[in-house]
């Protein structure tokens, strides 16, 4: 047996000890604290967002690789160097990303943007990449422009091979490009697709020709269009002619090929297409004849797309014809794509004519053929309140509490509300509890990524890394976008069909309480409801301090400078007519207009919310002309569907403001 001399020994300790310092050293670069790590990925989105990208990318580099943020660090580094205009360096750090982070949920999308950079001068490599993304989970749109780009890479491929492809090869090469223009026509590559597909195949088929002349036309490129068109069959073509003629001005053209068309052609094209065509025809009359040229269009009309003219004709029809055209089109197109308004414009007009027979059937029909339509709580309030009218109170509790319980924040949910609890008002007095918009959601636990991102604040990752839109509205909230906070979560929820309970955080996002201390102060002074002057804030400008409508009106309550200023002077408030954009003066002379109008129209205040949007002469004679027994009866008979979905909102708005914060 061997036994060590004290040389030896020495010798180990030495190499024990050199690779302890370089491990050492190692864990040195590598690790670090993760405040640390914290402070320099805070430093370089700095630089980012101001512009300093040249620093921004040092900064990012220096993320140590054992932190949760270096993959978006490497990400970040791509788009500085893609802001400096180094796709070398972009395109090294795209790959950099999902070679060593291939779980990593954005490392899809850079193989993508890593192939965008690639097709020119390394398609192979760029098609390997493009290949890959098509098999993944990653979001449609990737896949659809992916499939695009593998496409023109093998028609380059083919075009200048003296190879023999096969048929199928080439048939996939055109259905790639057919699948992007039929589901993007107007996208960002769509013009290139079409481009592509014209120089792989100058002689395609007529249908396929008219798909890349809609992308040219989309895009603003008249010419292109019409030249395309030229070698097309005018069955394929007659619809997206007539509108490129519209576009350049030749409206005989446009008259011309659409009422040959809807006769003719009508089942050889698109719907969208033959829909623009009929509305392009319309635009060529004045507003006060649409219902003559409707008529006129449908009269020539067969085949696909007659049930279009026939809702137009009668939406414009005359109040005495619109029940009787409602009946034709229903009962003509009873599966068709507009049967379910024409249902419903039935029921309301039977409502209006006091037709309560009919309208019991039209409610029953609707809610029998369509038990997911949007329209249904309308539908079932008025089934609720028809009930009353037979005096069935059991099944017209039901009808009200089923809207209440499957769809809480709706108008006719408010409506329900108040009818079951016998309210004689539009609103009532309580108080609201203020409750701050939060993260939508539980807050991220200490080591999950997404608690990494909100403690750097990187938004931008967030959002990409969630892409979930009430994490995105709330991302748009702290940074003081307001307008787009709202939109945003409104049309998330709205997508919702079991909406989640009151107490839920992402209702505050729908419905937030900004500028409510000024809001609570002056509706207070002016004897108004504050939460209907939170809705009517959030209707007119969704809370937007510098909304200014097309016609002028301003600010967050839209006034405008001539009403304000007349009232400001009544009250002794003088102002330059720039001021209106100052949220506290705005609320207080919304809130002193709206107190006068109320005061004026016996105050009620769903005739002062009419009144806001359609003018106090308006409601002061419908109020005098509608035959109505109650206030649904007249907000339903209001005459200008403008003024009348405004109601509805405003009162859906207040409803969820007392819903979501009435204290308890």
Known sequence: MYVLKNNDKTIIKIIIFIVCLGLGLLFAHVYQPQSKTDKIYQNALKDYNNGNYQNSYYLFSKVSFTSSLKPFAIYRQALCA??????????????????????????????????????????????????????????????????????????????????????????????????????????????????????????????????TARAYYLAGNYKETSSILSKTKKEDNWALLAANSYSTHDYQKTKNLTEE????????????????????????????????YSSKLLSLAKGKGKDYIWSIKCETSPNSEKRACYEGLYSNYPEGKYAQDALLNLLIIEINQKDFANARQSARSFMAKYPDSPYSPLVMFWAGKIEQKYHNTLLAAKYFQDIVNNYPDSYYAYRSFWIMKGVASSVINTKLDYKPVIYPYRYPDKGDILYSLLEVKDYDMLVKFTRD????????????????????ARDAMADIKLKPVKSDLRWRLVYPQNYYRQVKNFADQYKNNDALMMAVIREESSFNPEAQSGVGAIGLMQLMPSTAHDIGSKHGIEFNTSYLFNPELNIKLGNLYYSTIKGMLEDKDVSAIAAYNGGIGSVSRWKTTLKYNDTDEFVEQIPYDETKNYVIKVFKSYWNYTRIYQSR
């Open 261 to 292: 068309g809807v006769a003719k052609f009508a089942d050889s094209v698109e719907e969208r297409d033959y829909n623009r065509a009929v509305d392009d025809y319309l635009l060529l009359f004045e507003p006060q004849d649409k219902y003559k």
């Open 469 to 488: 839109d009430f994490i995105k509205s709330w991302v748009e909230y702290e940074r003081g976008n307001y307008a787009k906070s709202v939109v945003i």
């Open 82 to 211: 893609k802001a400096l205009g180094d796709e070398a360096s972009e395109l090294k750090n795209y790959q950099h990303l999902f070679n060593n982070f291939p779980n990593f949920k954005l490392s899809t999308e850079a193989r993508y943007l890593a192939g965008q950079l690639l097709v020119e001068d390394n398609p192979n490599l760029a098609y390997k990449y493009f290949n890959k993304v098509t098999k993944s989970d990653i979001d449609e749109d990737f896949k659809v422009a992916s499939e695009y780009y593998k496409a023109r890479i093998t028609a380059s491929k083919i075009r200048y091979s003296n190879k023999i492809f096969s048929r199928k090869k080439v048939a996939d090469v055109e259905k790639s490009f057919r699948n992007y223009l039929v589901k993007y026509p107007d996208g960002r590559l769509a013009v290139n697709a079409a481009a592509n597909w014209k120089k792989f195949n100058p002689n395609m088929k007529s249908k396929d020709a008219v798909l």
